[in-house]
């Protein structure tokens, strides 16, 4: 997987299940649906982040470092 990064297990549940974020694909789903909290400055710079991740423009560390700042803001732990 091209842009696949080390795993991110998120305390937040979807469904009963924890999430489990391991690409900018998975991230970026999880930023327009799942996001359980407000959509803050770090939410909009994530998922930009992820999105130019998948077209090749950013690293996928870097959607990785996005998403995790994003988790910071908004207090969702991991697990």
């Known amino acids: 997987m091209i842009d696949g990064f080390e795993a991110i297990v998120l305390s937040h549940q979807v469904d ?41 423009k950013e690293h996928p560390d870097a959607a990785r470092a996005a998403f995790l700042a994003a988790l910071r803001e908004a207090g969702i732990g991991l697990r």
């Open 16 to 56: 009963g299940r924890y999430c489990t974020i391991n690409s900018a694909r998975t991230a970026a789903v999880y930023l327009r649906r799942n996001w359980p909290a407000k959509r803050g400055p770090a939410h909009k710079t994530a998922l930009r982040t992820c999105l130019d991740a998948l077209n090749r």
